[in-house]
């Protein structure tokens, strides 16, 4: 859901190049990746209960280690201001007790929800007598490519340990002394339980050639999840052999179809454009049906402006903004931009199959919304949207795990595989067929 | 669960070397991926009926061009021993009037079985009103790289077909007349139902660098799968972009514990062994409490020998051959083995925890079984192997989809991400969060 990214583009070119690794960071990570695998199979048998008090008392231990932490953290905080880090971005790094209690509050939050592992998925006796089940395993080792939040520590430890994993953290330099005391304060917390230290490990310490090594442990770590900017993310996709969930970019598309409420259209459109700039199932395009534009597009351009939008607009759109409202010329580049700001491109098109082409081209496949009140242009727009997640009369900003009910989330999946939306714990599974019998021979 | 792959290792080197693509050759294939992408989208609305009959009517026309098949066949089969083709692959590069019948009826069974497009995995409303549901969707195009079996070229388009996906095939240059001749009939007989002929497209014409392409196409194609030997898997493996499902390696293990019923752990491993070699289910290694060593592996040793069985053992095993059979010193190799061949290793353990080891450094995590009478033992083994499969008191054999009621199989996936273990129509789909609203924003 986050935007900002400070690991620097590599020197390796394109998406054919991967960067030859560095032999001695290699070895180092790769026994990192098997202590924690090693560690991994303590947790994999634990119990929910078991798990969920080594959640409190990681939490507990935070809280006591608060002044330790935020010491650390005034370090990252004083190099960022002398590189000249922005404000937002400083506040974004920046550790208070207030925000240590939130982020170990975070910790006891995913102790109170359901484990995920041992749910049976599918289970049958089969017609020569085997009981056959499916069920929930934890991956084994996760590793975890961030950008400089040092929350996203926590939370990337917490995922991970409740749903059974062993986990590898990679974070940004910006919040390296934060995470190292983090880090530090978490294992210990895991010792003092009686668990191995290396179910939580870092390789913050092998720079940019450690997280290269980590992309490459193929085998050795299960499931790489970078959580970050758009080039962190392809980054790591492009140089990972281990499999990547890729997550988190939205380039969200609102369509107001000719039978739409216009007060509804812009209630929703209000609130996906306007109710949190800079998350990625925030809208970035409008999409207005010719029917409709006239009773909508000037209430909603008045309204976007008033709330300080920058608009984009088409020539049909620009035709019918307010005089007090400017909208520029949209361009393709519009239409291709995730603007992550106040920031709106609007385009009217002449049918429902003109919007659904202009998200088919556009569109980077996270969420859509038609707002309508017509049945059938509503099951259109769902079956031939192929998107993560599509909304009929319902605002893009609750493409959210917390939202939908899924507890907490690991980013929202905009790829096809194994996991697709919103990521809860229940992604960070996969599954073992277990099957029983009584000397059953095939014949 | 096929073994041998006349694709030859291409030239790159190691897992961090990615291959240039040729530029051309990448235009084409991806404006291939284009066109299938846009195809898959007529077939992502077909209700099932539509989707079954298409797949008659594809079995009818292959029958119906059986001769032109056949004729085309013999021309690759020609150049296979021109070129001194193995017998046992030129058995498996032949058609023949019979096997294309075969061939076409495994398109009517793929016909009879449910279909996963439209399957709600999750759904519930929410506090706030919202209707959630998640739905089971076509993955869109799916990308299959194979060896030289022509049967696979049918086999992947039908299996694409009714999951709803367009396919994009890249069969082995030893089966190109067949290919060619089986996807040329199979498009027509598309077009004849009104469908994409798109909808199946082969890329063979651009040889390895269309092979390279498609493995690049990140975007336009959703999934690869590649079918054939260890070899072609592990190309595919390291030089894509494109999300891929990792099949078939089986350095598969049966373990009788020291509880177990001899004659039972007899019959149990000669099936894992002998019943089909050449399998990635088949049994590769077998390990034996030192308590139970004497009352099963003279007579075990007996029966495997009998049957043709090479043999390796440890000194524990030696010492325990019947004089008639002969056991070679067993080596670290042997544990690394996958034969697929009538061979097997053989090791006798001093505890179900050294078992259990052995399997964590050798196994390639696909199938291993345990013979037992003892309760904890079965279970600590189920809880502790972290394979795709775990058998109790059952052959190794039984990992496979239609022996586990899941009908036609892709693969047997030996990852943990997306489809762990049989592979069957439901894991060609992805999912899509659908929400219904009544104008709902969030607050």
Not at 202 to 211: L, N, T, V
Not at 305 to 310: I, K, L, M, N
Request: hydrophobic fraction near 45%.
């Amino acid at each position: 859901m986050t935007t900002t990214f400070e690991h620097a583009a590599t020197a390796t070119p394109g998406p054919v190049g991967r960067p030859q690794p560095d032999a001695e960071v290699t070895a180092a990570v790769q026994d990192v990746a098997r202590r924690s695998q090693k560690a991994s199979r303590v947790l994999a048998t634990a119990t929910r209960a078991e798990k969920d008090q080594t959640l409190h008392a990681l939490a507990d231990a935070l809280v006591a280690a608060s002044g330790e932490i935020v010491t650390a953290n005034a370090e990252d905080l004083a190099r960022g201001r002398e590189n000249g880090m922005s404000d937002g971005l400083l506040d974004r790094l920046t550790l208070t007790g207030d925000r240590v209690v939130a982020i170990a509050d975070a910790l006891r939050e995913l102790a109170a929800l359901p484990d995920p592992v041992g749910e049976v998925v599918r289970g049958q006796t089969l017609p020569n007598g085997l009981r056959m089940r499916q069920l929930r395993v934890p991956m084994g080792v996760v590793g975890m490519i961030y950008e400089a939040r040092p929350n996203v520590t926590v939370d990337a430890a917490g995922l991970a340990l409740k749903s059974g994993n062993a986990v590898i953290l990679r974070g940004g330099s910006a919040a390296a002394s934060s995470n190292t005391t983090i880090t530090t304060v978490l294992r210990a917390a895991l010792e003092a339980r009686g668990l191995p230290a290396d179910l939580v490990q870092s390789i913050d310490a092998y720079g940019r050639p450690g997280g290269i090594a980590l992309m490459q442990a193929r085998g050795l770590v299960d499931l790489l999840v970078p959580r970050g900017g758009a080039d962190l993310i392809r980054t790591v996709v492009e140089q990972s052999t281990v499999p990547v969930i890729e997550t988190g970019t939205g380039n969200v598309h609102v369509y107001v179809d000719a039978s739409a409420d216009p007060a509804t259209a812009v209630e929703i459109i209000m609130n996906a454009k306007t109710q949190r700039v800079g998350v990625c199932n925030a809208a970035e395009t409008l999409l207005v049906h010719s029917d409709a534009a006239e009773r909508f597009l000037p209430a909603a351009l008045a309204a976007l402006g008033g709330a300080g939008v920058v608009l984009h607009g088409d020539e049909g759109t620009r035709a019918l903004a307010p005089e007090s409202v400017e909208v520029t010329p949209a361009t393709d580049e519009d239409w291709a931009t995730e603007y992550l700001a106040a920031e709106l491109a609007v385009r009217v098109v002449g049918s429902l199959d003109e919007a659904i082409e202009h998200i088919r081209t556009w569109s980077s496949g996270h969420t859509e919304a038609i707002v309508t009140r017509d049945l059938a242009a509503s099951e259109r727009f769902v079956a031939e949207v192929d998107s993560a997640a599509v909304m009929v009369n319902a605002s893009t900003r609750f493409t959210d795990g917390s939202q939908l009910g899924m507890g907490a989330e690991i980013g929202i999946s905009t790829q096809k595989l194994h996991a697709r939306g919103p990521m809860g714990l229940a992604e960070l599974t996969t599954t073992k067929w277990v099957v029983h019998g009584d000397g059953h021979v095939r014949p």
